[in-house]
């Protein structure tokens, strides 16, 4: 797998997904979300679904941001060792917004995953 954009730099209003993207079971993926522009009184919700048809996707995500209020970036690691069946993942969003004026959420962002080597969680 080569690194992929699961969400292009993009200006984000409303809950969606990205594409599926094929994967190897035996890869750990390093995925970067960069937030470059919120508004306050706005949350987005990020979180990695895995699927092994690229069609029914599993309810429970593989792993998950926390949420997020500010600009920044973040990093985490997805091992799919532990789920061997997973063939294809992809990202899903929610946004919500509250307070006065317009509640129509307003990010602008990017994700990427690129696969890193295999990551020991066991430590003895």
């Known amino acids: 797998m080569n690194p992929v954009f699961l969400i292009p730099k993009s200006s984000i209003t409303s809950n969606g997904s990205s594409v599926a993207i094929p994967v190897?079971?035996?890869l750990a993926i390093q995925l970067t979300l960069?937030?470059?522009k919120i508004i306050e009184q706005e949350s987005i919700?990020?979180?990695l679904?895995?699927?092994?048809?690229g069609?029914?996707?599993?309810?429970?995500?593989?792993?998950a941001f926390p949420q997020k209020f500010y600009t920044g970036s973040?990093?985490?690691?997805?091992?799919?060792?532990?789920?061997?069946?997973?063939?294809f993942f992809r990202a899903t969003w929610k946004v919500n917004r509250w307070g006065r004026g317009s509640l129509k959420p307003n990010f602008e962002l990017y994700l990427f995953a690129e696969p890193i080597a295999s990551v020991a969680?066991?430590?003895k």
């Open 49 to 53: 679904q895995g699927s092994a048809d």
């Open 24 to 26: 190897d079971a035996s």
């Open 45 to 47: 919700d990020i979180h």
């Open 55 to 63: 069609e029914i996707w599993l309810e429970k995500p593989l792993t």
């Open 74 to 87: 973040s990093v985490l690691v997805c091992e799919f060792k532990s789920h061997p069946d997973i063939r």
């Open 34 to 36: 960069v937030i470059t």
């Open 121 to 123: 969680l066991d430590s």
